[in-house]
């Protein structure tokens, strides 16, 4: 039994003002020893001047480079972390002018897998001027697996994550896959940070604990993230109830 996928696939959909998800296609994700289907998520942002921020972006297929054409101009292209930035080489065809941000690890991470993937900068703890108008971010670290940028859509109140939480909703995937992602910890309507992560974060967990309150205080209204069922709204609450085990 496949994975169901959140649809439509490769369409924007809304989420607030300026902001857009696309629901990508199925990737296999490692969960101990098995490979798991995972739906994927795309978020599209509008800054203030006009141009487009792709965060995580999905695969280009011909009808959704038009749609974001009509938003306006492809101007960045985030890997959020060292795991997604598989789509940034098509996007850089489609949109050569755009800039591609690199995360932490990720150029390290692309190298070790055979991805050519050329980043034009970094991303760091402060936002860029590019977007700083509109945008706040920091690198959320604490764990050697994974230091994710996380996003805040200052006009929306929208926080993007990308794998810091999952909420896997159990009867879209395998039912072999099922007990496997709610022992992760990464099952709707319970979704958290994976429990591996949660692990990784033994010697960490002060910087992410800082890390945390930072986001809190921003007080998102939702909260958008790569795999699963995002948070539509009450987004502080579920915030703090997915990071309870810190």
Do not use: C, K
């Amino acid at each position: 039994m496949p994975v169901t996928p959140y649809t439509p696939t490769h369409t924007l959909r809304p989420v607030a003002e300026d902001v857009w998800i696309v629901e990508g296609g199925v990737i296999r994700m490692a969960v101990g020893p098995l490979g798991v289907p995972f739906t994927t998520r795309m978020t599209v942002i509008r800054l203030g001047d006009g141009s487009l921020l792709l965060h995580s972006p999905s695969e280009p297929v011909p009808e959704l480079l038009g749609a974001i054409s009509a938003l306006g101009p492809v101007a960045h292209l985030v890997s959020p972390n060292r795991l997604h930035y598989a789509f940034i080489p098509a996007w850089q065809q489609a949109f050569p002018d755009a800039t591609a941000w690199a995360s932490p690890g990720v150029r390290r991470r692309a190298a070790s897998q055979g991805v050519a993937v050329s980043f034009d900068a970094d991303l760091e703890d402060a936002p860029p001027g590019a977007w700083a108008a509109d945008v706040d971010q920091l690198i959320f670290r604490g764990s050697p697996l994974l230091a994710e940028v996380v996003f805040f859509h200052r006009p929306s109140r929208t926080l993007v994550l990308t794998d810091l939480i999952q909420a896997h909703e159990l009867d879209r995937l395998p039912p072999l896959a099922r007990p496997l992602v709610r022992l992760g910890a990464a099952a709707h309507p319970d979704g958290q940070t994976p429990l591996d992560l949660q692990l990784s974060f033994l010697l960490g967990r002060g910087r992410a604990r800082a890390d945390l309150a930072r986001m809190l205080a921003w007080n998102p209204e939702r909260v958008v993230f790569a795999h699963g069922r995002w948070f539509h709204d009450n987004g502080r609450a579920q915030l703090a109830r997915a990071f309870r085990w810190l």
